[in-house]
């Protein structure tokens, strides 16, 4: 991860994934992941959180 960001994003034909490492994710992050569907027109998403003491994620659908 580049200096001063705690995620990364990746796309694949079907799901996009956005880990982060952050202790709190603010709403803003999953406002991202649904801009990121609605953008790229893909269905699902996943917010994977690892900056917690055990790893938290949020499943996300793309309503189109």
Known sequence: ?????????KQYD?????????SLIPTAFYAQLQNYLKCTNIELGMLINFGTSSLTYKRMINLK
């Open 14 to 22: 079907e799901i996009i994934v956005e880990i982060k490492a952050v």
């Open 1 to 9: 991860v580049p200096d001063g960001e705690s995620g990364y994003l």
